[in-house]
């Protein structure tokens, strides 16, 4: 998160001066190509391990390259100012956060290596590299605009649906904006990402990839400590995943009290998406957000 990092005021800044440079803020969806203009890069026609130049390359390294060429998503040549792309990543959302991130090496001056090769676990939000955590973070500021993300969030209901809205406005993946809206929320908010298919049945059991929440749900709440492997008869909440007519679980704050916690969720081929928050009066009612 944001708040974790050492450099995050550097960041924050350089972050804002490209955006600014690039005169991205308030253009929709994100403009990628001007921000990756505006920090002085180019993008590459042709993919560094694309399998026709893998074919000229002498016959004991084709075994390597290959293997490579399937981990590697996303690089960046800093000594020739070039971001390359895997032409493999399919979400379109996703290979714009990749675009980001490397954009993000090239404008921290402190991170001096001439080349940053990423794979699928360097891009992780959980990685514990520091140099691919504020990479991350970077990218993240610049695909959602900043503080513009969650300004728009807290005029619309909260929902899954609202995510989805904003992951489309913004040229993000759901995921993306499912992990920013829960960390940059103004309300109670908290949210998990679980695996598809749940491990077990009796009870139904499913493995926690990562956990989100807003400050204020920490406020109310706690800091989340959901394990790894969570059962649905110890999270009621859990029954959504199975059962459409659940929107609601009880959750008991730091005071004591049991709160009524609404609950929303979205589930796609690859994982489940689970949304809690606490309603809590508005002088003003949200726009309301319906998927077709």
């Given at each position: 998160?944001?708040?974790?990092?050492?450099?995050?005021?550097e960041?924050?800044?350089?972050?804002?001066?490209l955006?600014?440079?690039?005169?991205?803020?308030?253009?929709?969806?994100?403009?990628?190509?001007?921000?990756?203009?505006?920090?002085?890069?180019?993008?590459?026609?042709?993919?560094?391990?694309?399998?026709?130049l893998?074919?000229?390359?002498?016959?004991?390294?084709?075994?390597l390259?290959?293997?490579?060429?399937?981990?590697?998503?996303?690089?960046?040549?800093?000594?020739?100012r070039?971001?390359?792309?895997?032409?493999?990543?399919?979400?379109?959302?996703?290979?714009?956060?990749?675009?980001?991130?490397?954009?993000?090496?090239?404008?921290?001056?402190?991170?001096?290596?001439?080349?940053?090769?990423?794979?699928?676990?360097?891009?992780?939000?959980?990685?514990?590299?520091?140099?691919?955590?504020?990479?991350?973070?970077?990218?993240?500021?610049?695909?959602f605009?900043?503080?513009?993300f969650?300004?728009?969030?807290?005029?619309?209901?909260?929902?899954?649906?609202?995510?989805?809205?904003?992951?489309?406005?913004?040229?993000?993946?759901?995921?993306?904006?499912?992990?920013?809206?829960?960390?940059?929320?103004?309300?109670?908010?908290?949210?998990?990402?679980?695996?598809?298919?749940?491990?077990?049945?009796?009870?139904?059991?499913?493995?926690?990839?990562?956990f989100?929440?807003?400050?204020?749900?920490?406020?109310?709440?706690?800091?989340?400590?959901?394990?790894?492997?969570?059962?649905?008869?110890?999270?009621?909440?859990?029954?959504?995943?199975?059962f459409?007519?659940?929107?609601?679980?009880?959750?008991?704050?730091?005071?004591?009290?049991?709160?009524?916690?609404?609950?929303?969720?979205?589930?796609?081929?690859?994982?489940?998406?689970?949304?809690?928050?606490?309603?809590q009066?508005?002088?003003?009612?949200?726009?309301?957000?319906?998927?077709?």
């Open positions: 998160m944001w708040r974790e990092l050492e450099s995050a005021r960041i924050n800044s350089r972050v804002d001066r955006l600014r440079v690039a005169d991205a803020y308030g253009r929709f969806p994100t403009p990628v190509e001007d921000i990756i203009r505006a920090a002085e890069l180019t993008e590459a026609d042709d993919y560094v391990l694309d399998e026709s893998i074919k000229k390359a002498p016959a004991y390294l084709r075994t390259l290959r293997s490579a060429k399937q981990k590697i998503q996303g690089l960046v040549d800093r000594r020739a070039v971001v390359h792309v895997s032409p493999a990543i399919e979400n379109e959302g996703k290979k714009r956060f990749v675009r980001m991130h490397e954009t993000v090496h090239h404008i921290l001056p402190h991170q001096q290596d001439l080349l940053y090769a990423d794979d699928h676990e360097t891009l992780l939000r959980t990685t514990n590299r520091l140099f691919e955590r504020e990479a991350n973070q970077g990218a993240a500021e610049l695909l605009q900043r503080k513009h969650a300004r728009d969030a807290a005029d619309l209901e909260i929902s899954t649906a609202t995510v989805s809205l904003l992951a489309n406005r913004y040229g993000s993946s759901f995921h993306a904006a499912f992990h920013r809206y829960a960390e940059s929320h103004p309300g109670v908010v908290a949210a998990i990402v679980l695996e598809r298919t749940p491990r077990s049945s009796s009870p139904p059991t499913w493995r926690r990839e990562e989100m929440s807003t400050n204020k749900w920490n406020e109310r709440f706690g800091q989340p400590t959901w394990p790894t492997m969570m059962r649905s008869d110890k999270y009621p909440f859990l029954a959504a995943l199975d459409c007519g659940v929107d609601q679980t009880e959750i008991r704050n730091l005071a004591g009290d049991v709160d009524a916690v609404k609950v929303d969720i979205l589930q796609t081929p690859y994982r489940n998406f689970i949304l809690l928050w606490f309603p009066r508005r002088l003003r009612r949200p726009l309301q957000v319906r998927i077709a």
